[in-house]
């Protein structure tokens, strides 16, 4: 799977979009681009994923650059709650038991501040 | 409906030591994980289920962990003469299915066991 580049930490004020980008520059063409996110001693849970199409869904959306290299997750009204760490992970997924495993990075640490 | 659950949160243990991880993944999802998380840092493959068998356990750091699924739902992973860099949080996540559609994949993870080897 392809390899992604995220910033450490961001900041966000309550309210206000939360833009969380991802390099993703080796993806392949049946690679997907998936975002989870880890709330403190929980475990990753999933936000959306998304091909080369713009993505939303009840929690985010996600935007995919149109040669495929980057994409920014973007929940529209931050609250505290969304305090986490995001991960981009890139992920073909295989019509055979091999390789869907996730390889998660470090992510990105997102404090929502009030 | 019930999540994926793992038992116990916490084990505390000492060195040398056997433990045993158990997770009861999500009624009927055919795909079951387990990751292993070091502090400050993302989880790390260890292992998948398809079914009852081993597809990949490639992430398995050496031969003292062992992972078995013997009726294709719960999972135990099992590390023996435990040592004080086994100690992490293990975390378990189940798939509808590993093959097909990009959603089918989506995984569901469990809480989490905290593994304190002293």
């Known amino acids: 799977d392809a390899k992604t580049t995220q910033p450490t930490s961001m900041d966000c004020a309550e309210g206000r979009a939360a833009n969380l980008p991802c390099n993703h520059s080796?993806?392949?063409?049946?690679?997907?681009v998936y975002w989870y996110r880890q709330i403190h001693s929980q475990g990753p849970q999933y936000i959306i994923h998304?091909?080369?199409n713009n993505e939303t869904n009840e929690m985010a959306s996600l935007i995919i650059t149109e040669d495929r290299k980057s994409s920014t997750l973007i929940l529209p009204h931050a609250t505290l709650r969304d305090t986490a760490v995001y991960y981009c992970?890139?992920?073909?997924?295989?019509?055979?038991?091999?390789?869907?495993?996730?390889?998660f990075g470090g992510g990105t640490r997102l404090m929502v501040k009030p | 409906g019930a999540g994926v659950s793992q038992t116990p949160s916490n084990k505390v243990t000492e060195k040398g030591k056997y433990v045993e991880l158990r997770c009861d993944p999500i009624?009927?999802?055919?795909?079951l994980y387990w990751y292993r998380q070091s502090l400050g840092q993302g989880p790390e493959f260890l292992i998948y289920?398809?079914?009852?068998?081993?597809?990949?356990d490639s992430g398995l750091p050496n031969d003292r962990f062992f992972a078995v699924r013997p009726e294709g739902s719960v999972s135990t992973l099992k590390i023996q003469r435990t040592e004080r860099g086994d100690s992490a949080v293990y975390l378990c996540?189940?798939?509808?299915?590993?093959?097909?559609?990009?959603?089918?994949?989506?995984?569901?993870f469990g809480p989490g066991t905290r593994l304190t080897v002293l």
């Open positions: 998304g091909l080369k």
């Open positions: 992970i890139v992920r073909g997924v295989m019509n055979n038991n091999a390789g869907n495993m996730l390889t």
């Open positions: 996540a189940s798939s509808l299915r590993s093959s097909g559609g990009a959603r089918a994949n989506e995984q569901f």
């Open positions: 080796t993806i392949s063409g049946n690679e997907y």
């Open positions: 289920f398809q079914g009852t068998g081993a597809a990949d």
């Open positions: 009624s009927g999802h055919t795909a």
